[in-house]
């Protein structure tokens, strides 16, 4: 067998989900609407569709998610009996501010976090919570334009202050914006959904790539100052309190040893992780400044906002990891980053790809990990998802100690094994300061990026179909014994 590590003591096991995905109850008790509400089903060959508002005869996921809201409970009992030691989840903040712009919170929204946080803490699970996972109020977007509008850094610090200070004794970690670096392929065909959901920017379809792009500089310049504020209001509540960003980690490689290939993964590459220098350093890289000051992008900003930058950097650096990339460098063009049409996105024909076309690549941990660490030395990293999407099949359980049916997710397993180890050798050899695991979705969800319910990532079946039809009862899946013994022996039985 292949060696292994023992993680320490205090390292966080756990998983991950995000509020649209799972709570349901769309609806209640004051909650408004958001953009994922909005949000049709689509599937690995449809992309999901943005609706003008919730339009009768649609069908929205989001609405059902698995009923969290309502099984939380039951849902954490059984992340306890896996051992986990942190849970990652995020406020929806319709549920506080319906609609985004009021002065005043909505209580019943407040209650049911104080009691799902309660919960948490009772069970001795760490809660690590997100502001903002692609859920912002709809009618931010259809009254103000979305993050684009100055206006939302203010109703962001508004709902952020409101949080933080009624919460702040019950949850120590907390982080600003989702895989606020998606937003920056704005080249490939996802596009549409990641500017939707990171910034509730929706694109004239005959806007120009230079339109799209001052657009999102300007979106994320915004997101990135009420990211800062919210870690000026938490460090004046109480100096222990962690904010961390959050991005979505992908290496990429050039395709070749072609010069011009190197260059384009070096772009593509900075194209991305330039948020995390202003979260991290408080300050824009020069390649960005150089790129605003050619094309008069991100000219909307205030000698406050470069102060707050600096005074609000974070305290620990959150990221997604699912996947690696290949880049190589489009002919007849100059590589740069203002134009993402002279970096194409190319096959890996190294490794192999889960059903959706996501390449599985747990080296790549291991070298994200160390880019991260030579990057900004010293700064703890948090593994906040991380897992492998595929179609489940529910069978009959022969081993029926609670339940008659059951997964047989090998390939699970699998995909978990090499990254953990990916990441324990990256801590014991490479000296990554890495302080916890949380893999997504521990129980399964509503998949973010196709709406599926049978995209599923958890140790916990969830029997519900892509139309909300189904007992919603769970059941354990193999994976779940095996998590269950790695968090066990800190890492080491794999
Ligand atoms: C990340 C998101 O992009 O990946 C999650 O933060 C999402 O919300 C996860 O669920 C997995 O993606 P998907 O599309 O398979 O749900």
């Not at 003008?52 to 039951?74: I, L, Q």
């Not at 850094?153 to 919460?167: G, K, N, P, Q």
């Not at 950097?313 to 002279?342: C, G, H, I, N």
């Not at 990293?381 to 991380?386: D, K, L």
Request: aromatic share 14%.
């Amino acid at each position: 067998a292949k060696k292994t590590y023992k993680m320490a003591d205090d390292f966080l096991w756990g998983g991950a989900i995000a509020a649209h995905q799972a709570e349901g109850f769309w609806d209640v008790d004051g909650k408004g609407v958001s953009i994922a509400d909005v949000l049709t089903a689509g599937d690995n060959q449809t992309a999901r569709q943005i609706t003008d508002g919730v339009v009768a005869g649609e069908n929205y996921p989001n609405h059902h998610g698995v009923y969290f809201y309502e099984t939380y409970k039951e849902d954490l009992a059984l992340l306890k009996e896996m051992g986990f030691k942190a849970f990652r989840t995020s406020i929806a903040w319709t549920r506080i501010f319906p609609n985004g712009d009021e002065l005043e919170p909505n209580e019943k929204g407040l209650k049911f976090y104080d009691d799902l946080f309660d919960e948490m803490n009772r069970l001795g699970i760490e809660p690590v919570v997100t502001l903002q996972h692609f859920e912002m109020p709809y009618h931010l977007v259809t009254a103000y334009g979305g993050w684009y509008n100055r206006k939302v850094i203010d109703f962001f610090e508004r709902y952020a202050r409101v949080v933080l200070t009624r919460y702040k004794d019950k949850v120590k970690y907390w982080m600003t914006h989702n895989e606020i670096s998606n937003q920056a392929s704005l080249a490939d065909a996802h596009s549409t959904f990641q500017v939707w959901v990171n910034s509730g920017l929706k694109f004239d379809e005959k806007a120009t790539l230079d339109e799209k792009l001052e657009k999102m500089y300007q979106a994320a310049h915004n997101e990135l100052v009420a990211s800062a504020r919210a870690v000026i209001i938490a460090h004046e509540l109480d100096a222990n309190l962690k904010v961390g960003c959050m991005l979505a980690e992908t290496p990429i490689y050039p395709a070749t040893t072609k010069p011009e290939d190197q260059l384009a993964a070096l772009k593509a590459t900075q194209a991305r992780e330039w948020f995390a220098d202003v979260h991290v350093r408080g300050a824009y890289p020069a390649t960005l400044e150089t790129m605003f000051a050619r094309k008069g992008f991100r000219k909307n900003v205030t000698e406050q906002d470069f102060d707050e930058l600096k005074r609000g950097t974070v305290d620990y650096f959150a990221m997604s990891y699912y996947m690696s990339w290949v880049v190589r460098a489009v002919a007849e063009k100059t590589v740069v980053l203002d134009d993402q049409r002279s970096v194409a996105l190319t096959p890996n024909t190294e490794i192999q790809a889960s059903d959706w076309g996501w390449n599985i690549d747990p080296k790549g941990l291991r070298f994200v990990l160390n880019q991260l660490s030579d990057r900004y030395p010293n700064l703890p990293i948090m593994i906040v998802e991380n897992g492998f999407g595929a179609y489940d099949e529910l069978v009959a359980a022969e081993d029926t100690d609670n339940a008659e049916l059951t997964v047989h997710d090998g390939y699970r397993i699998d995909y978990l094994r090499e990254h953990i180890r990916a990441f324990e050798e990256a801590v014991a050899l490479d000296g990554v300061n890495l302080i916890g695991y949380l893999s997504w979705a521990p129980f399964d969800i509503v998949s973010a990026g196709t709406g599926e319910m049978k995209k599923r990532y958890g140790y916990v079946y969830v029997d519900l179909d892509d139309f909300g039809n189904g007992s919603g009862k769970r059941y354990k899946k193999d994976s779940f014994y095996w998590y269950q013994q790695v968090i066990n022996t800190q890492g080491q039985d794999l």
